[in-house]
């Protein structure tokens, strides 16, 4: 599976932003995807994972801001950001790897085995 992640740029905080990844080489609907975070001199860190089946998850920081979807027919993955914080600013990477149908989707880095190149998001005071 090739990823590649766009939408990320300089945003003031209260901004919102949309980023997309676009997956190819794979059929995309057997896959979960994920998006991470990395704050520079921070380890990598999970943000938000949609299933097969559409189920999500959060890191609690964003939840109620973030949104995560799919379209299967256009293998897109989505994050819709609302009231970007300044903390909110690092690289973002969106992954995917192959779930069995019904399983939740993952939350740690180590799960997943295929990587876009990530996007910059910066969110000014």
Known sequence: VQLQAFGGGLVQAGGSLRLSCAASGRTFSNY???WFR???GKEREFVAAISRSGSTS???SVKGRFTISR???KNTVY???TYLKPEDTA????AADYLI?????YRTPSE??????????TVSS
């Open 32 to 34: 979960v995807m994920g």
């Open 79 to 81: 994050l819709q950001m």
């Open 71 to 73: 379209d299967n027919a």
């Open 112 to 121: 997943y085995e295929y990587w876009g190149q990530g996007t910059q998001v």
């Open 38 to 40: 990395q704050a520079p």
């Open 101 to 105: 149908y019904g399983r939740s989707p």
């Open 58 to 60: 959060y890191v609690d």
């Open 91 to 94: 690289v973002y990477y969106c």
